[in-house]
């Protein structure tokens, strides 16, 4: 009886999309560090907690009407759970707009293309010989619409919350560092979808350019996302030794996990790891943080 509660507890905190949730929260954290801003849970993290939970909450809803006969674990899960994953998202979509009413002006003018391009991502709103399309199907939008949205999240959106500003060199840096992580976990996730992205004529960067020259692309992301976070940590964030070590060790040890979700494409390990490379930034410091 009570493995049967911890595992459904389990079940709810990662397929219930809580997890996901909680990298957002992480990504902006991580920032918030390198800034110089008390963590905490202010207003911009509550309402990305929400944000994020109905965004996947509903990507859930729409990936489980089109693969209802999946042998998919998240999916297969989904079926018996729909009633929850419903009351999640009631509740998330009302907590994010109260929230919302708690962000500075030009957070909320930076939140309105992201959410258009989120929704854009999962609904064919446009139709090309009349046949439906989604943002993700064309051209290879699909991992520079995820590699945007999220870097937004970690980086554009603390920046203007706190009023500082876009046009700075901290800004460049932080943008490119996060951007490489996140590119870096969404391309292990179109390695994985590669099957799915053919049957479906997505064009992703692995099905166009091959697995092997995948492999060279991140191997210099990370280089670059390495040189971007030491550089920052170096001489635009508060001097310290956790932010120096996480810039390096961030980037390797997602690539590590990338390298490693290949041997073992289970639906949970890429949900815990390599989702996980959202938050990972942030873990490093955090745990770095206690150690110095």
């Known amino acids: 009886m009570f493995y049967r509660i911890l595992k459904h507890i389990v079940n709810i905190f990662f397929f219930g999309n809580i997890y996901i949730a ?20 202010d207003s911009l993290t509550t309402f990305l907690f929400f944000a994020t939970l109905f965004q996947y909450t509903l990507h859930r809803f729409i990936t489980f009407r089109k693969r209802k006969e999946s042998d998919n674990e998240v999916i297969m899960w989904t079926s018996p759970n729909q009633f929850l994953l419903l009351m999640l998202g009631i509740i998330s979509a009302g907590m994010a707009a109260n929230v919302a009413f708690h962000l500075q002006r030009a957070t909320i003018l930076a939140l309105l293309p992201l959410g258009f391009m989120s929704v854009l991502y999962e609904l064919p709103l446009f139709k090309y010989k009349d046949v439906p399309i989604r943002l993700r199907d064309m051209w290879i939008f699909k991992i520079i619409l995820v590699t945007v949205v999220w870097t937004s999240i970690g980086v554009v ?3 203007l919350q706190f009023d500082i500003s876009l046009f700075s060199t901290s800004f460049i840096l932080l ?14 996730f179109d390695i994985r979808d590669m099957e799915y992205d053919r049957k479906d004529n997505v064009n992703t960067i692995p099905v166009r350019y091959g697995l092997m020259r995948v492999r060279k692309i991140m191997v210099i992301t990370t280089v670059i996302t390495i040189i971007m ?13 956790p932010l120096i070590l996480a810039a390096e060790l961030a980037p390797l040890l997602s690539y590590y996990i990338i390298t490693i979700s290949y041997r073992y494409p289970l639906d949970l390990v890429y949900i815990i790891a390599v989702d996980g490379i959202l938050a990972i930034d942030f873990v490093l410091i955090a745990i770095l943080h206690l150690l110095f």
């Open 175 to 188: 943008f490119i560092q996060k951007a490489g992580l996140v590119f870096m976990s969404a391309l292990a």
């Open 157 to 159: 959106l603390p920046f």
């Open 229 to 241: 976070g030491i550089t920052h940590a170096l001489f635009f964030s508060p001097f310290s030794m």
């Open 22 to 41: 909680l990298c957002a929260v992480a990504i902006a954290w991580s920032t918030y560090y390198r800034l110089g801003i008390p963590i905490r849970v």
